[in-house]
Every structure is written in C-alpha cells, then in structure tokens.
C-alpha cells in the first residue's frame, strides 16, 4: 500500500499586480515562511523542496536555483518541475510521489509566477512550434476566445451568465485578503461593459496576470498526525495529458476531440466510488481561465449535463453559500500567478476542510473537496482532498 | 527508506551525439531514442503508465517545451511530467513514482539541440537578474572562476586537468555513440586556444545535439520484460546556494551531501572499493578532479593526485567515464540522463570496446546549473 | 478602478527597476516530416498531412507518431483540398506581443477554423477583414504567394483563406 501524505501547512503571499518592493526570490520566501508558521516547523525539518514555475514568463533560466538560499532549499535535495499551466499541480504530485514512495517525510512544493518581471501573453505565445505559423498564435487569449466562441454558440448560454460567473467571482475574492482582483463589481452591465480582447472574451472575463507564490509542507501519515490535528490528506489525483489540439492549442471547437477533463475524471470518480459529483464531492476549486471556461469546466468536470453549465450559475448552484460552491477563493479570474496558481487550488480547498478559509470561509461543513488544474493543451489535474481517510 | 520493492532499468537508447542535426526537429531527435527502448522491449508507447520528460524551455526556444513531445511519449490521454533540471533527475522523479505504487511502466526522455540556441545567451539568464547577470556571465564564465579558485586553493595543475581530456577524449573512441573522440596529448590540450582562463578550448565540450531514453518498471514486472535487469539501489540530489560570492567554489558541498544520501541508500561505506565504475558529468575538466572528491573518492583536495594516478584509466581501480563521458559532446540536459544509460550498459554487460569487465556495482552522476549548483547522484546494481 | 488589497504598501525609497531587453535568437529545424509540408508548399503549392495506418487519421501539423494510436506513422501523406467552409473564427482587437516577430501587434486578417472539403480542420487567417461580412459557413479557399522565391515558409506560403463568390 502507499504512504499516505496529507498537507500540513499552507501558505501564500498577498496576490498583486505588480511587486515592486521584492525580487522573485524573496517574494517565494514570502508564502515559505507563511506555511512553516502555518504548520508551526522550522526550515531544518523539511527534507526536499520541490519546485513549480515557468522560466519563460520571467524570463529567468532554472528559477529554482536562483532562490535556493532565501527559500530554503540550499543543502537540500528537490529539483523543479514545468508543465505550464499545470505546473503547480505537477508539482504537489512530484512532491506527494516523492513523499509516497518513502523517500521523504516532509517535503516543502512550492509555486510561484512574478509576472511583472516580463510578458506572459507574449511567453505563452512561444508555446507554438515556431515552424508552423509564425504570428497565428493569441497567446492564451485567443485561445480562450474560441472556446468563448463555441460555448456561446452552441450551448444557449448567453454574455450574461459569463458576467454572473465574474459577479461571483469578484464577491468571493472581496473576502479573500490574499486575492489580486477585489474590484467590488456591482451589476452584470458594469462587467458587460468592459471591452474585449479577443471578441467575444472581455477584459473582465479573463484571468489577470499576477504576481505571487503559494507553498504547501506535504507530510506523511507518520509525521503529519504529530505535526498537527487538522491534516489534509491528499486521497487521490489523476494527470492527464494530450498533444496540442490541431484546430488550436488550448481548445478544441470542432467538438471532435477528447477532452482530458472527461478522462480525468471518469478515472478519478470512479476510484473513489464517486458517482454524483455535486452530492459526493462537497467543494471545488477549479482552474478557469475564463469565465466561460468555467462554465464548460461545470459540464466538463460532470458537475452538470452538457449545455447545462450556465444553468448552475444562472440558480446560483455555485455560489459560496450555494448547493455546491466553486471557487469561493475568488478563483483565478480574480488571482493568477500562473506557476502558483494550481498551488492555490489546492490549498484553498484544503483551508475549507480545515475551516480556516476566515472570511470567504464555506459555512457547511467541508469533508471531500476537489482542486483542479488546467494548462497548456487542455491539460488537467485534478486532486480529491480529504479531511480524514 | 524506501519501500520494499526495487525500481529496475529495463532498456536505455542514446542518438549518436552530433553537432547539429539540422534533419530533426525536437520531436523526431526524442523519438529517435524512444523508439530504439520500444524495440528493444517489445512495448509499445501504450503500455508506458508515464512518462518522465526532460527539457528546458530556453533550450527549445518554447514554452512549455514538453508540450513538442506530448505524442512521442505516449502522453496522448496520459501521465506525464516534466523535470527542468539535468535529466538525471528526470530517472529519480520517475523512480519516485514507481515507489510511491501509483505509476508503474515509467518512460523516461531527455532532448536537447543546443545548435538551435545561442548557449552564452540562454545561461546567462540563469544568473540572478539583480546581482550577477549584468556582468555577462554565462556558465563557461562562471566555471573559470571555479577553476581559478579550485587550482589555486589545491594546487590543482593545468596539466592534470589536461590528463582528464585525453583520458576521456580517448575512451570516446570506443563508444559508438560519442560526438568528437580524439586521440590527443596533453600538450595539445595545453596548446588549444585559451577562451576564459584557465580554460581552454579542449578543456570544454562541443556544441552538440541528442537525446536519451529509457524505461523503468517496478522488480515485479521487470523479470518479465528483461532478462538483464539493472536496479536503482540508490539516488539523490542536492541544491548549493546560488550566489558565486557566497560560496567557496573550491569545494561542492551539495556534491557532498547528494552523494552520501544516494551511498547511504545503497549501503556504500567505501566508494573506492565497492563501486566498479562511475560515469560523472563533466563539461570543463577542471570539473573532474573536484567532483571526484565531491564523490569520496579521494580527500578534499587529492583529485589532481587521483587523476595523475592509475585509478581512474581502464583497467584502474576506479574505471571513470569509460563512454567518454560529457567532454567528446553531449547536450545540457541529456548528459546525467546518458551517463545513467552507460552505466545500465556497462551492468548489462553491453558496453562493448568500453566495457569494464565483471562491473556490478556503477556510479552515475549530473549536475544542472552554475558551477555544479545542482548535484545528482544515482547508484545502480545489476544483483 | 482596480482596487488593491490590504498590504505592506511600498513606501520610501524609489525602487530601481533593471531592464533585461536581450533577443535571443533560435534555428529551429523542421525535422523531416514538417519538411515534407514545406516542401510541398514551396514546390507544388500544395498543403499536405500524413496519415495515421492505424486509424487513417490525417495530421495537420504532421507528426512521426500517431498521438490516438501511439504507432509510428510510417511515410503516407495526403493532399489536402484548398477549399473549405468557415467553422469559426475570431479577429485580434488588442494588440499583443509576438515573440516570434518581436513586436506588438494585432493581426488585422482574423484567425479562422476552416473546415476543409475532405473533413479535416485546419486554422490559418481569412483575408475578408470586414467583421460585418465575418460569418461561418462561408465557403473559402487558399491564396497562395504566386512568387517562388518567397515561398519556403511552410504553410505561411498560403496568404490567407479568399472568400469565395457564391
């Protein structure tokens, strides 16, 4: 049987724009230092440090070495991980691997992006094979706009529930202090106002770029039942991955082709005997993008039928204190240091099994929580958290 | 410690290193050495429960460079995860989660073209953005400063560091796989043009282009797909700090550390005696006699000593780089990964004109960074 | 109005800012079965995709393995119609940074999915940039760059997709 691994701290910084005021090393030192005192540890008991981020968007080169010192990771072993968008996912499972397999005990994942250091539209932009069409690819944006696109036309949604999505969003980030976006957006008209980028996604309905790290002590059952009395186990995860999609890179509208959310989660769910998701599973955090990116995520994730997602929002299913709440963090429309950002998924949810979410915090009670991941070509990752095994 | 069943090796490929295979693109140079492990093994891309890729976005020019090689390692609808160190450490993470029990049939690959890029230009962004990249520093700059320091500190000689090119240039001259073997003498190392003192063209490795691949799979499944297994009997890694200032480049204490955690794991009390053969990755020479010591097989200071004698020639006590090593050309990236596959090689019995005879016990080594600020260290078995 | 969250704001000193603006320049290969597309497009003005053995799936970029099959892919390429329908598309209004050309731009020609006649989806620009006349199911075809010598750009050879008059 494998070890079991729970997370035993949690930290993050303060979600901004820009940070002026710190370099990238001491900004991931930030979200260190915040889970050692979460978890109440000093760095000398952490055993490997395990590393998520990409180098382009900084345009720093092995990041990871960079700040080996002010992150604790000099004399240590751990090595970094880059898979895009999934990156901090990847990393939380490189990290439960390891630990897992019984080579750690303790090990520190961190995730972390400081997007002003350079231009991530122009970073994910170079994610295109330079050989095929030069100047095709939109960035992220782009992509994003055709899944927008095909979602409007096909399901029967329509702009609004793309703006109730941001409305929810918004008010969950108001009450999360680590939140980049708190913009205390009033009506569905202030956010269908905002010009678009790519038409028809607008300015508001993407992700911003954002600055800011998240980290996570990853413990085995051994040690974490005596570091702490609320760990969160980490029951399952499943990573799926495919090629670039031929008719785009993030999506695909031609409807034709696999989505790895499906894949991922018929796996998952049924592993873990899941078989109605809203009812199974009390909370996600989930990876969007977009907000109509949420919407195809509720049908993708099963959480409703297809063509079926704006209706959740629409009854406001999702909301915080709704049937099946989504994203009560804010989501990453409101915070998205890319390499952090799955790191925070995962760690959102597993303040709400802890109860200490303050004041974006779930009032019923949270056993099975779900955090997902999306990058690159669609990839996904997803992770079933749980407050006791 | 880790669990009770063993990760085995099952087969390794390397491509011919070449300075600049203009007739590949990423994906085709990966697929090249996946396909050679597939037939060797008789499994298809299918059977792969993961995949372990190794590649740098800034080598590729491409972000989220794995996503070149999704399909050549069978991620389609898959598992796979991509390490940005030396791909060294791309076999331990997959070793990792072979013993965590959730993957099983792990395929591990590691690519670079280094002829694509602009080398001093890509390191150079490896240097803090504060501190230490305004001074133009990439990592051949870098390792002169270390050479400098190391030869001073221990008298270390330029002529020793020459022994250590001849000796690896030569052994590539037996390994089919190598880019540039050469038949040279110290004066001619000593006579090449000087690029960044004390280093000098022959003291540093050519440009080159290549890829490895390799499969591993838990002991219960490993009798069934081969009949030469080898095992991973130990393995770690170790970050030094980053700043050049603040360390003392005469010695590599993450070396040190990585090294004594993977002997610890294989029950090695002494190097010198119970390990076979070592294949370390060095890509300036200096690097040799430093991570020799690094390794234990000497004391703090004695690499030059330890190059000057026997030990470390074919036929010595400890046969180093019998395939040439990193020197005669082998790509950033690839270079831990490959010395992992020639010590599967020499274990299997496979190494050929290189082969050290009755080898049981191998030592593999790489390093990701400036100055070696990353350290792996992977000792494997064929018992 | 951006609000910002409770934080140590930055005060006193005026932080210095380094600046890092160095291009690095990349050659890229194309490798042998991308070659193939260049190839054909410069020679023949012809766009190609390689067929899977296994499934006879067509791949547009072509690739040595068959993502869904995982099977080598041998060497069986098709030639693939120049005309099609629209099946969506989308047009640049903000202009973003392009790595590949080192500027900001907003392609004015729009990013379209077009349906080929022989089934396989294909993205490339449209040459109508009247948003008002954008529609899909408009039926299209390739327009090439007459002159040889600037061709060689793989499918950048093809201009754009010309819609044609009903």
């Not at chain 1, 991922?264 to 599973?281: F, S």
């Not at chain 2, 803090?128 to 221990?154: C, E, N, P, V």
Request: aromatic share 8%; with cysteine; glycine share 8%.
């Amino acid at each position: 049987m494998p070890n079991s691994v729970a997370i035993v701290g949690i930290g993050q910084t303060y979600h901004t724009g820009r940070r002026n005021d710190v370099s990238q090393p001491e900004m991931v030192a930030e979200a260190v230092r915040a889970a050692l005192a979460d978890a109440q540890m000093s760095i000398k008991d952490i055993e490997a440090v395990f590393f998520g981020n990409m180098e382009t968007f900084e345009g720093i080169y092995l990041p990871d070495h960079g700040m080996s010192a002010e992150v604790g990771a000099f004399g240590k072993p751990g090595f970094k991980v880059n898979t895009g968008g999934t990156t901090g996912a990847s990393v939380v499972a490189e990290g439960f691997y390891m630990i897992s397999a019984g080579l750690y005990d303790l090990a520190l994942v961190i995730g972390f992006e400081k997007q002003d250091c350079g231009d991530t539209t122009a970073a994910i932009t170079a994610a295109a094979v330079p050989t095929w069409a030069k100047g095709a690819a939109t960035g992220a944006i782009g992509e994003f706009a055709k899944q927008a696109l095909a979602y409007l036309e096909t399901s029967g949604a329509k702009e609004e529930h793309a703006a109730m999505v941001r409305l929810k969003a918004d008010r969950n980030a108001c009450r999360n202090p680590y939140a980049h976006l708190r913009l205390g957006l009033k009506s569905i008209d202030e956010v269908l106002q905002s010009p678009y980028l790519v038409w028809p996604l607008r300015l508001l309905d993407f992700c911003p770029q954002s600055c800011g790290a998240c980290a996570l002590i990853l413990a085995s059952e051994q040690r974490a039942k005596k570091i702490t009395k609320k760990p969160v186990w980490i029951a399952d995860l499943e990573v799926v991955h495919q090629e670039p999609f031929r008719a785009g890179i993030f999506g695909d509208p031609t409807g034709k082709e696999t989505y790895t959310q499906h894949v991922a989660c018929e796996r998952l769910y049924k592993r873990n005997g899941i078989t109605n998701p809203r009812k199974d599973i009390d909370m996600a955090e989930i990876y969007e993008p977009s907000n109509w990116e949420e919407l195809n995520l509720y049908e993708h994730l099963h959480f409703c039928d297809k063509n079926e997602g704006w209706k959740l929002i629409e009854k406001g299913v999702t909301e915080i204190e709704g049937e099946f709440p989504v994203n009560p963090s804010g989501g990453v429309t409101a915070t998205n240091p890319i390499g952090a950002t799955p790191v925070i998924r995962v760690a959102e949810a597993a303040l709400q099994i802890r109860g200490d979410a303050g004041e974006h915090q779930i009032t019923k009670d949270i056993n099975t929580a779900m955090a997902t991941a999306l990058g690159g070509p669609n990839w996904t990752v997803l992770f079933l958290l749980k407050r006791s095994m | 410690m880790p669990m009770a069943e063993r990760v085995g090796i099952i087969a390794v490929a390397q491509t011919k290193y070449h300075p600049n295979r203009t007739d590949v693109n990423e994906e085709e140079l990966a697929y090249e050495a996946i396909k050679q492990v597939l037939e060797e093994t008789g499994l298809t891309l299918s059977d792969m429960d993961s995949a372990v890729t190794c590649s740098q976005d800034f080598w590729d020019g491409r972000t989220i460079s794995s996503m070149n090689i999704q399909h050549v390692v069978g991620a389609h609808l898959g598992h796979e995860d991509n390490i940005s160190e030396d791909g060294i450490n791309a076999v331990y993470a997959a070793m990792g989660q072979i013993l965590s029990g959730h993957q099983h049939i792990v395929l591990v690959e590691a690519h670079t073209k280094e002829s694509q890029g602009d080398k001093s230009l890509i390191e150079n962004a490896a240097f803090d953005a504060i501190f230490m990249r305004q001074l133009g520093l990439d990592f051949t700059s870098a390792a002169a400063l270390q050479a400098r320091r190391y030869m001073y500190k221990y008298g270390i000689t330029a002529e020793q560091c020459a022994k250590v090119v001849v000796r690896n240039r030569a052994n590539a001259k037996n390994n089919p796989f190598a880019q540039e073997p050469m038949d040279i003498s110290v004066d001619d190392v000593l006579g090449s043009k000087m690029l960044i003192s004390p280093i000098r063209l022959l003291d540093t490795k050519p440009i080159s282009d290549g890829a490895c691949a390799m499969i591993l799979a838990p002991e219960g499944k490993v009798k069934k797909l081969t009949r030469k297994p080898v095992w991973i009997l130990g393995a770690s890694n170790c970050y030094e700090t980053h700043y050049l200032g603040d360390r003392d480049l005469a010695n590599c204490d993450a070396l040190v550390k990585a090294a004594q955690k993977a002997y610890n794991m294989a029950g090695i009390t002494n190097p010198l005696r119970q390990i076979d053969v070592a294949e370390i990755s060095t890509e300036y020479s200096y690097q040799e006699p430093l991570w020799l010591e690094g390794l234990g097989f000497c004391d703090q200071g004695e690499g030059g000593k330890l190059v000057d004698s026997r030990a470390t020639k074919m036929g010595g006590k400890l046969p180093v780089n019998p395939s040439g090593g990193v020197l005669p050309g082998n790509p950033n990236g690839v270079a831990g990964m490959a010395r992992v596959a020639e010590a599967v090689l020499q274990l299997r019995g496979e190494a050929g004109d290189r082969q050290v005879k009755g080898a049981k016990v191998a030592l593999a080594h790489g390093y990701t960074g400036i100055c070696g600020q990353h350290q792996a260290v992977m000792i494997l078995g064929n018992m | 109005m951006v609000k910002e969250s409770p934080k140590k704001k930055a005060e006193g000193p005026e932080y210095i800012r380094i600046k890092f603006n160095a291009p690095r320049p990349y050659n890229w290969s194309t490798g042998k079965y991308l070659g193939k597309v260049y190839a054909e497009a410069k020679e023949n003005k012809k766009l190609v995709g390689n067929r899977c053995p296994q499934c006879k799936e067509i791949w547009l970029p072509p690739t040595p393995v068959c993502p869904k099959c995982k099977v080598d892919m041998g060497w069986d390429w098709v030639e693939l119609p120049q005309t099609g329908a629209v099946y969506q598309y989308t047009y640049l209004v903000y202009p973003l940074w392009d790595p590949h050309y080192g500027e900001k731009w907003a392609n004015p020609y729009p990013s379209a999915i077009i349906l080929l006649d022989n089934g396989v989806y294909y993205r490339h620009w449209l040459e109508e940039k009247d948003k008002e006349k954008l529609k899909a199911g408009t039926r299209v075809q390739a327009v090439w760059k007459e002159d040889y010598e600037e061709r060689g750009q793989g499918v950048q050879d093809i201009l754009y997709f010309r819609t044609l008059e009903e």
